[in-house]
Every structure is written in C-alpha cells, then in structure tokens.
C-alpha cells in the first residue's frame, strides 16, 4: 500500500503515511539506518534506488525532483503552488545554470510571509486561475506563468536556454509578453524581456541555445538557424549557424559521437564536410568544452571569416 502512495507523489512518503500504512517507528528508523529507505527531508522518506548510471545532471534532476515532491507532500493542500525554477522542472523545461539548493512556492492563502525558511523559498504574488495548473499531481504555477518568474530570478543565459526550448515546443509567445508586461517593474523583469527577445525556438539543444548566447556576449554577427545547403547532388547539410555574408558555418556537436564511431560514420562526415567546402563555405565544428573557453572559441570562428575572405 506505501508504494502505492510513495508512486502518486514522486516516490516519496511521509512518516505519517507510512505509520498508517502499519510501519512502526522502530521500522522506519531501521529501514532508514540500514539504506533501505532515504531521508529526503524531515518527516519525507523514499526507498532507496540505484542510480548510479545517472549522469551527474540528471542525478541532480532526480535528486531535486524528490525534493520537489517531499516539499509538497509536508504542505496544507491548497496553500501554495510549484513555481519558478520548481515548476520548469515538471514542465520538463532544461535547467542548465539554475540554482537548484531551494524549492521555490507561491503561496496560495492569506499568509503573506515570503522568503526562505530551511530548503524551501516563499513567493508572494496575485495568481488568477489562468496563472494555476496540476502536474503530477501537483499544484504548479501554468507554463507561460513559470517562464517568466523564473527568467526574472536568473541569469540570461540560463533563461535563454529554457525560452528557446518552450518556444520549440509551441508555448504561446503572445502570453509571455502579455506577462512581461504585468510584470513590468519587477526585479529581474529586464533581464527577462532580453532573454525573450533574444530567444528562438529554432535553437535544437541546451548547447545550441548556449552557443549562441557565446556568439553574443563575444560580438560576433547574428547567424541564421538551421539553414540547408544543397548541391548538384541534393541536400548536403541542415547546418546550425550559418553565416551567410561570411561564407561560414558553425556546427555544434552536443555528443562526443566520433568516440567509437564506425568507419562508415567517419567517412560520411567527412564526405559532408567536403561538400560544404566544396560550394565555399568554412566549416567550424564546436563541441561542449569549447563553451567554456569563449574568446577562443569566437577567435576560431572569425579565423574561419577571414579564411572564407581569402578563399574568395
């Protein structure tokens, strides 16, 4: 009967739950001292699960997901609502660069107090029932509404890359600005009218959306996104960037995939690569680790322009 329980709320349980479920509490205190069941926060428990063939980023993910839950389960139903960076994770929006140490809610009721208390953050704020939805059977603040509270407590950067996602996925555009507008003076609020501003659903991944942001903060001009070369032959390439008055593209590989590729793969990318050259273009292949070294990775492609200059 707990796991059934533990299964609607993210795995996680409370102590009282598992008390009525005919746990005593010398159970539980075995249980949690032999590893069999995890703390996740006072009162909140979850069995444990072997997760040692997570990523560390998806860990994290798992990790502040139980959080999210065992939270929740410790609140008044009705009280507050997921919110801010709490509520992009269960809309599935990327959470490269957000703070993940606090839950964040919005309060519900009539107690006005905000601000962090332990592992919790407390947002005060109006929510009509359009700003109010259910996930996984949690109160959440509505996607357009999430999108834009969290873009207002983040960095550019970070809020770039979860906008490029949900206009990928078709979130209403007319809406975010609708709020932005309402939200016109609060803190953060420009660094959340840049960021959609700048955002473009045409971005395909977290280290796209990263790149181009890199290509910005280093001045170099703006590309076109996923534009297709062809050839006499047919179509070459769907290319990241393209730089057109530069005769240049960027590629950016978000997989180490040449790492134990057959020699079929090897040969065809070269064969692509060729092709590109072939009609003029410079070729630049970016991966993850040049993300981290942006004046380099900006030399190397304006290397790439005066390259292209010369050629022609």
């Known amino acids: 009967m707990l796991a059934v329980v533990a299964d609607s709320q993210g795995g996680v349980f409370s102590r009282a739950q ?103 953050r407390y947002h005060r704020g109006v929510l009509t029932s359009d700003d109010l939805t259910t996930i996984g059977g949690l109160a959440s603040t509505a996607l357009p509404r999430t999108i834009v509270e969290s873009a207002c407590t983040t960095s550019f950067e970070a809020a770039v890359i979860f906008l490029d996602a949900a206009l990928r996925d078709g979130v209403d555009e007319d809406d975010l600005r609708r709020l932005l507008r309402l ?56 290319v990241d960037f393209d730089f057109s008055d530069y005769n240049t593209v960027v590629e950016f590989d978000g997989k180490l995939k040449y790492a134990g590729a057959s020699s079929d793969v090897l040969v065809q990318e070269k064969i692509r690569e060729d092709r590109l050259r072939a009609i003029g273009l410079e070729v630049v292949r970016t991966m993850w680790p040049d993300l981290d070294r942006p004046a380099h990775t900006a030399g190397g492609i304006r290397a790439a322009f005066a390259r292209a200059r010369r050629t022609a």
């Open 183 to 238: 939200t016109e003076f609060w803190p953060g609020s420009a660094t959340a009218r840049a960021a959609l501003g700048f955002a473009d659903g045409r971005s395909e991944s977290v280290g796209e959306s990263r790149m181009r942001v890199l290509m910005h903060n280093q001045g170099l001009p703006v590309p076109e996104l996923q534009v297709v070369y062809r050839d006499r032959d047919g179509i070459i390439a769907r």
């Open 18 to 120: 598992a008390l009525t479920c005919g746990y005593t509490p010398r159970g539980i205190r075995d249980r949690v001292r032999s590893g069999r069941w995890l703390r996740i926060r006072h009162g909140q428990y979850a069995e444990a699960v072997d997760l040692s063939r997570l990523a560390p980023w998806e860990l994290e993910l798992a990790r502040y997901r139980r959080l999210v839950y065992a939270v929740m389960n410790a609140m008044r139903p009705g009280s507050v609502a997921v919110s801010h960076q709490s509520s992009l994770l269960l809309h599935g929006l990327p959470l490269w660069g957000v703070d993940l140490s606090e839950v964040h809610l919005s309060r519900l009721d009539e107690r006005r107090h905000s601000g962090p208390v332990a592992d919790v």
